[in-house]
């Protein structure tokens, strides 16, 4: 079990229509890949919190699942199946803990991750600008 406060989400989408009806596979997948990640234990370096979200416009592509993380790369994957990708997920949490930007070529991902990414966006970087006057 982590110590720390998680400070990397992973989010599954819990409405992908497979069979007409809300996705149960998403929720099976968030459950899974939750016990899947705390057995994992200190393997992985960092603390996920994995919950569920409605959508993230990959609808064409069920499960989708998205990799965040603070100052790092945001990763959408679609076609996850609980039953065959718990271990790339996994794998890839590990790897992801562990890079400081996020960014990894598709090559380097575990599993169906490397031909199933549907977006790669960069980590934002936000600078403001102050005026040395006050705005009248
Ligand atoms: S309904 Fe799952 S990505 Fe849109």
């Known amino acids: 079990m982590h110590r720390t406060t998680p400070n990397h989400r992973i989010s599954v989408c819990t409405s992908c229509k497979h069979k007409g009806a809300t996705c149960e596979p998403g929720y099976d997948l968030i459950k899974r890949l ?15 919190e994995i919950s569920g979200v409605a959508c993230m416009a990959g609808c064409d592509r069920p499960c989708t699942i998205a990799y965040h993380g603070t100052r790092k790369a945001t990763y959408l994957f679609g076609d996850i199946d609980a039953d065959e990708d718990i271990e790339a997920l996994v794998a890839f949490a590990r790897q992801y803990s562990v890079l400081h930007d996020g960014w990894c070529s ?18 934002a970087i936000t600078i403001v600008e102050h005026s040395p006057e006050p705005v009248q």
Do not use: H, N, Q, Y
Not at 35 to 47: F, T
Not at 109 to 123: D, Q, S, Y
């Open 106 to 123: 598709s090559v380097d991902r575990p599993g169906k991750l490397r031909r199933t990414t549907l977006a790669r966006v960069p980590a």
């Open 34 to 48: 939750r016990e899947a990640i705390d057995a994992a234990g200190d393997a992985i370096p960092e603390a996920f």
